[in-house]
Nanobody
Framework: VQLAESGGGSVQAGGSLRLSCAVSGYTYNRHCMGWFRQVPGKDREVVAV?????????????KGRFTITQDTETSIGDAKNTLYLQMTDLKTDDAAVYYC???????????????WGQGTQVTVSS
């Protein structure tokens, strides 16, 4: 499974950004996926995930401001998926390196992920 994020950058507080994650090399409908973020000195944390059964879970701090979506192209066996994170009303506390992740199990929120992208920096200025 390969994941590649894009769309990070610098924005003023209150602004918006959309992150994209190109996912390939996985089998359709057998992975949960999501967005995570990390700041220096802190653990990586869940931002939003789409579980295998379609349930979407958001961190409390981003509810109502961030939206996770995905577009999937399928063929026999492998699938290509683009995972998005639309971020609005950004706050300085949202500044972090954002990672997309995927796992071959049903619940990324509870059990984490096994595949990671390289990350994309989001900077929010006041």
């Amino acid at each position: 499974v390969q994941l590649a994020e894009s769309g990070g950058g610098s924005v003023q507080a209150g602004g918006s950004l959309r992150l994209s994650c190109a996912v390939s090399g996985y089998t359709y409908n057998r992975h949960c996926m999501g967005w995570f973020r990390q700041v220096p000195g802190k653990d990586r944390e869940v931002v939003a995930v789409i579980e295998l059964d379609g349930e979407i879970i958001y961190a409390e701090s981003v509810k109502g401001r961030f939206t996770i979506t995905q577009d999937t192209e399928t063929s026999i066996g492998d699938a290509k998926n683009t995972l998005y994170l639309q971020m609005t009303d950004l706050k300085t506390d949202d500044a972090a390196v954002y990672y997309c992740g995927a796992a071959r199990w049903a619940a990324c929120f509870r059990f984490g992920v096994e595949y990671w992208g390289q990350g994309t920096q989001v900077t929010v200025s006041s």
